[in-house]
């Protein structure tokens, strides 16, 4: 009920990098392959991933707790209990459903940091050479 909160990678350099052929420049063919992995594939399934959220959210579970549970009429009222009960075992299920694609994506996220600091480290390296 408080929002949700997304993350949203800045891609604008690597883009450039990548449409002016920048990444020939690179020497470490296993930086040049981090680089695309994190950019092109992890990002991009976060992005996906986090816009079924979004989805399923404003569109699958708020209408069960604004309309079928009346929550939309006056927030500080609690729910009629009988729209409440009639609806607690759809709600439930959608909750479980949101509860699993935001724990893949919290998944995603720790993976994402993990390639991003393996990143890194392969960079220092590199610049040390």
Known sequence: MNGIFSFFPKSGIYNSIVSNNGMDLLKSK???ASLINLYDYQYERYANMDNTVENKYHYQ????????????ENISKSPNPVLFEENYKELISECRNVHGILTSNRDLLIQISKEINEL??????????
Not at 61 to 72: D, E, H, S, T, V
Not at 122 to 129: F, G, N, S
């Open 30 to 32: 296993q930086i040049k």
């Open 61 to 72: 579970l708020l209408p069960i707790i604004n309309k079928k549970m009346g929550f939309a």
């Open 120 to 129: 890194l480290e392969l960079i220092r390296i590199e610049l040390q050479k």
